[in-house]
């Protein structure tokens, strides 16, 4: 009777990340639609802003990930 309430840690595991994986999808959807965006405005402006340091760590950190 227990054995049907234990979870192995492999399976608790395989869960946590999973769910990690569908929010950090879902993070990077909202982020790729705020840049859509960007740059929808500025196909429609002609004007490219420049993008600073901080915002270049964080675009390149997500491409590593």
């Known amino acids: 009777m227990w054995g049907?309430?234990?979870?192995?840690?492999?399976?608790?595991?395989?869960?946590?990340?999973e769910k990690t994986a569908q929010?950090?999808?879902r993070h990077l959807k909202e982020l790729l639609k705020k840049f859509k965006e960007r740059y929808r405005i500025e196909k429609e402006i002609g004007v490219r802003h420049q993008i600073d340091e901080t915002t270049?760590?964080?675009?390149?950190?997500?491409?590593?990930?």
């Open 4 to 17: 049907f309430y234990l979870i192995s840690k492999k399976e608790l595991h395989a869960a946590k990340k």
């Open 56 to 65: 270049q760590m964080f675009i390149q950190k997500i491409l590593n990930v």
């Open 23 to 25: 929010i950090n999808g």
